[in-house]
């Protein structure tokens, strides 16, 4: 038989006060009068710039702390197989600044806030990024710089691959040639450029 | 043909300054002296709770920023399908306090600290979170809760599976004998308890 232990206490190193939370945090606790307040995801809302969109993010707002929440098929248009997370950018410095071939990413700004410019080439369009509840889609080939960061903004970015060189494009010119030379296949093909 | 444009300018609401700064972004910038600094990731550190680790992640500091990165073979033990993010936790508030069945979280303190208590049934650990460079795994079958969050902490979860009500335990009783049944079923089997 299986002797039915307490769990161990804390490290020694911690404090009563840690051990006492850590007891307490073991315990079921009363259940809560005030109920979660969930604000539903909205819809994407597309940008002018080709493929690249607005994500609302479902949000939870209760005396324990606010939570956004975006999953694949509720929010998240990809699975991540890569993320990164910028901060601490000084006042005045340009991110990004590139583009990438087959590369999908997601901008979700956690904390301050953030301008990100999205070029498709044609058009341009000046996103700003100031809540955890919006997500910024940036398609493959679309020029991206991100700027104007406040000084507390923590950006994270969701990439549908890992890490590949050969797949950014970071000079403009050579990213307009290449969408110039796809809108000339697709307008041979019979499609809108 | 086609023409050759300038991509369009920004909204017309948007300042001359966003738009200079839009034009700036666009043109390639000269190769900067300073090469970023890059951090790489350490090996993962075994917590005595079953199936837990830290994970120490890549960094990158450079003059434009600070930049921590993970991706699928490198720092990221699985493909997250839903990620949330937990931030404006009152402090002495707890949350989390639950184990799951099936999935697996990996968690990032983002900015501020959090305290995570990790608990196996057997064996239980206080992980302070205090890094955006580390994550700590929490496999399924593992109890959790966080606490002692800072006013400005930004809490990231990715999470292995979309949520599913059923997944959670949130009594820890249940959560207890469950562990005691999996236990006598390897023993059973000839395993370690």
């Known amino acids: 038989m ?3 232990i307490r769990p161990q206490t804390c490290d020694s190193g911690e404090s009563a006060l840690a051990a006492s939370r850590s007891t307490t945090a ?3 606790r009363a259940r809560r009068v005030s109920a979660p ?3 539903a995801p909205g819809r994407r809302v ?3 710039v080709r493929g690249a ?3 609302p993010l479902k949000r939870v707002v209760a005396p324990r702390g606010e939570l956004s929440v975006a999953e694949l098929g509720d929010g998240l248009p990809f699975v991540p197989k890569r993320y990164f997370v910028i901060a601490d950018v000084p006042s005045g410095k340009v991110r990004g600044e590139h583009a990438h071939k087959r590369l999908q990413q997601f901008l979700v700004c956690l904390r301050g806030h ?3 410019l999205v070029d498709d080439g044609r058009r341009r369009r000046e996103v700003l990024l ?3 509840d919006q997500g910024l889609y940036v398609p493959p080939m679309v020029w991206a710089a991100q700027y104007g960061y406040s000084r507390d903004a923590v950006l994270m970015v969701l990439a549908s691959a890992p890490y590949l060189a050969s797949d950014y494009l970071r000079d403009y010119d050579d990213f307009l040639a290449r969408v110039r030379r796809a809108e000339a296949r697709r307008a041979a093909a019979g499609g809108t450029p």
């Open 130 to 132: 100031d809540s955890s």
């Open 37 to 39: 307040k969930v604000i």
């Open 46 to 48: 597309a940008l002018p």
């Open 26 to 28: 073991s315990k079921p």
């Open 114 to 116: 953030v301008s990100v």
């Open 2 to 4: 299986w002797r039915r």
């Open 53 to 55: 969109f607005l994500q």
